[in-house]
């Protein structure tokens, strides 16, 4: 331990550094910018004071990326803390960046025994990492696009937004595309639509007599000419559009189940029932591979948010749902909950308890996603894949179930 600590409040161009020794003096105030020379300026500056502990709120990016890598340790403390926390330095409501670097550095030196250093994962699971959630971001924005292209057919062109199913689906798409206007389906029969379906590999799980009923039965459109062109136009460059982000999400989804199937704890989570290599990849990616991580299976819990909170005081105790959380893990976590539930006679049964007493059901599965985090804790820690015939709980149900 050098003496000192450092605080780093993070900002888009520039940062401001604030460096106290143990007894919280200010050592040193500056300001360093975004840019190669000021990382590398920033990183002369501390090593001036040894290697002090640094305080940040943002526990990932490219400055956490080269203050690890200079050896430094990097301390995340939750911006919910620094906000609850300012109080106690100032009564007034004010704040600047300056302020808040010598808060975080001061934070640390009072109160570091509270936080964790940030310990840096391997380079396939922030690779793993990078995948999933830029996959992620592609489906948000692939539901964002087919939002706009429906709302954009009902105003004109409603029987191509009810056709199919899913209008983001490949065949979907590729009909607004050879489509857009009704007065491109005009002389649309079933034959025309047998072959295009045929084309396009359609599942047939509807005739095409329905499809094109549906087609048929839709309100026709009171657009002017011109106002229809232009609609056609713009409803097949969101098609186009639409159909690149599925291109490079398969491409994306290929990439990440190859690349989870190679990792040891990939293959771990890959174990519980009906986790696939997408989910999994998704639960490794949050979690990560350091086991000192997670103190218990409640830490793991919390930090997913499929624990709630319990205020009580007195003879009063209310219970909450828990908003501040890790929600990528949350939405992995629930989505193997929800998908285990098929394949787990244990599963179900918690999910089932959890409907009987009157829980729907997003409150059913992070019930069920709870009791699946001491199992996933267990065999993260033992480094063991899941075994249903050591899982006690799952034991002592089946014979109640099957008998």
């Not at 919280?24 to 290697?51: D, M, P």
């Not at 549906?214 to 657009?223: G, I, K, T």
């Not at 771990?268 to 997408?278: E, Q």
């Not at 086991?291 to 499929?306: I, M, P, W, Y």
Request: proline share 5%; charged share 25%.
């Amino acid at each position: 331990m050098s003496g000192y600590f450092a605080g780093l409040d993070w900002a888009s161009t520039t940062h401001a550094v604030c460096i106290i020794d143990e007894h919280g003096g200010v050592q040193r105030e500056f300001e360093i910018a975004h840019t190669a020379a000021g990382l590398s300026e920033l990183v002369r500056h501390l090593k001036r004071f040894g290697t002090p502990p640094i305080a940040i709120e943002r526990p990932s990016g490219l400055l956490v990326d080269t203050l690890v890598e200079a050896g430094f340790t990097v301390v995340p403390i939750h911006p919910n803390v620094v906000k609850a926390t300012r109080p106690r330095y100032r009564s007034h409501g004010a704040k600047s960046d300056a302020s808040d670097a010598y808060l975080l550095a001061d934070l640390l030196r009072t109160d570091g025994h509270r936080f964790k250093p940030l310990a840096p994962q391997s380079d396939e699971l922030r690779a793993l990492r990078a995948l999933v959630r830029g996959r992620d971001d592609l489906l948000a924005t692939r539901v964002q696009l087919a939002n706009q292209l429906h709302a954009l057919l009902e105003s004109f062109w409603p029987g191509a937004a009810e056709i199919f199913a899913d209008i983001a689906s490949p065949i979907a798409v590729a009909f607004i595309e050879r489509y857009p206007t009704p007065e491109a389906a005009a002389r649309l029969g079933p034959k025309r639509l047998a072959a295009f379906c045929a084309q396009h590999a359609y599942c047939g799980r509807r005739p095409i007599e329905e499809l094109l009923a549906r087609l048929q039965r839709a309100p026709a459109s009171a657009c002017a000419e011109l106002e229809m062109e232009a609609k056609g136009e713009l409803a097949r460059a969101l098609a186009r559009t639409l159909r690149g982000l599925l291109e490079q999400q398969r491409a994306l989804s290929s990439r990440i189940e190859h690349h989870v199937a190679e990792l040891e704890d990939g293959r771990l989570l890959m174990s519980f029932p009906r986790a696939g290599r997408i989910c999994a990849a998704q639960l490794l990616a949050e979690i990560g591979t350091v086991r000192e991580r997670f103190t218990s299976e409640a830490h793991l819990a919390a930090e997913a948010g499929v624990a709630p909170l319990t205020f009580a005081s007195g003879k009063s105790k209310a219970v909450a749902f828990r908003f501040s959380c890790n929600h990528r893990l949350r939405a992995a976590l629930t989505c193997l909950a929800d998908n285990s539930r098929h394949a787990s006679p244990w599963a179900a049964a918690v999910y089932a308890r959890a409907r009987a007493r009157g829980c729907d059901h997003p409150h059913a599965t992070r019930i069920l996603a709870r009791a699946w985090t001491r199992v996933i804790w267990r065999a993260w820690q033992d480094r063991k894949p899941y075994d249903p015939t050591r899982h006690r709980a799952a034991q002592h149900l089946v014979p109640t179930i099957t008998g």
